[in-house]
């Protein structure tokens, strides 16, 4: 067991140290749209809010698009690639959420790359928060927020903002955030999260600390916070879950001989099920005890019911 921990020290060394030298994004100043580009989304988001049956004026939905386009340089300068990809994922949230009462932003565990619908846990739980609301007579939407990218050099980035806290991820959502509460006025956002994903939206909280319209207007729930992730902030307005009510989770609590045993054997798991022919993402078979977050777990359900019913009654 001591030899198993100093290579499972070795390799958490290892990837912390490649991660570091990684480049983060530039910050240069980036050309500005052209006509020909601004008349593109302003007709994008006339169009699509129309098909909604929300009235906007060409000044108005020009005046969105600005903004964006400003965010975009902000954040990324002249890295042309990413101010278009970040600009243009702006303007899609905003028209797949406008003219909604509520809407539901899901962060996957692990690397940040899963999708909702391929997510029986935390997929599940957004979707039944989602039924809830409806069931209240609020309109609501989920945006199905991936933090990685697919590829290699996408996963080290990932690890190098993790240990660092998320000190450039957690300012991309934090601001697209503040986008979409100046442009729906009336909309309220529920922030979730789970394992990794739940320190992520935790970074995310803290950048909208001293926000009015956040103050007012988002709430958060998260799960299974690692327990290396250092402390988070303390507020009415999050909900973190410790655990599922079925039993301690051992990568809240820290149970180190469990972890070293499940990160060990991972890769035999992954050898066995590879030799009987069954398709396996080697992610799967690092399973820590307790670490689910089912919506029928008593202390999923009950906890986020009532924390909804608080905040939305």
């Not at 609301?133 to 609501?140: D, F, N, P, V, W």
């Not at 990794?196 to 207007?217: D, H, S």
């Not at 973190?240 to 991972?266: F, H, K, P, Q, R």
């Not at 399973?287 to 689910?292: I, L, R």
């Amino acid at each position: 067991m001591e030899r198993h921990s100093q290579i499972l020290g070795v390799m958490i060394v290892a990837l912390f140290v490649l991660s570091q030298v990684l480049p983060l994004p530039s910050h240069s100043v980036a050309a500005s749209l052209n006509d020909e580009e601004l008349q593109y989304y302003t007709d994008y988001i006339s169009y699509n809010l129309d098909q909604k049956g929300i009235v906007i004026t060409p000044e108005q939905a020009e005046g969105i698009v600005r903004q964006a386009y400003s965010i975009a340089v902000a954040l990324f300068g002249d890295n042309a690639a990413q101010c278009t990809y970040y600009q243009e994922k702006l303007l899609q949230d905003y028209v797949q959420v406008a003219g909604e009462d509520v809407i539901i932003i899901y962060n996957p565990g692990g690397m940040g790359r899963a999708s909702i619908k391929y997510d029986p846990q935390w997929g599940e739980v957004a979707g039944h928060m989602k039924t809830m609301l409806e069931e209240k007579g609020y309109s609501a939407a989920i945006l199905d927020y991936k933090r990685t990218a697919n590829g290699i050099i996408q996963g080290m980035m990932e690890l190098k903002d993790f240990v660092n806290a998320y000190p450039v991820k957690s300012e991309w959502l934090s601001t697209e955030i503040k986008f979409l509460l100046q442009n729906t006025p009336s909309t309220k956002i529920i922030l979730t999260g789970v394992s990794q994903g739940a320190a992520y939206i935790n970074e995310v909280m803290k950048r909208l600390e001293g926000e009015p319209l956040a103050a007012q207007r988002v709430v958060c729930v998260e799960a299974g916070v690692p327990f290396y992730y250092k402390a988070g902030i303390a507020s009415g307005q999050i909900l973190e879950l410790c655990d599922n009510g079925m039993g301690e989770d051992s990568l809240v609590t820290g149970d180190m001989g469990s972890l070293i045993s499940t990160y060990v054997l991972a890769p035999l798991k992954w050898c066995v099920s590879y030799l009987k022919g069954i398709p396996v993402d080697p992610i799967d078979c690092c399973h820590n005890p307790g670490h689910d977050y089912y919506w029928v777990y008593p202390g999923v359900e009950y906890p986020i019911t009532a924390f909804l019913e608080q905040h939305f009654n």
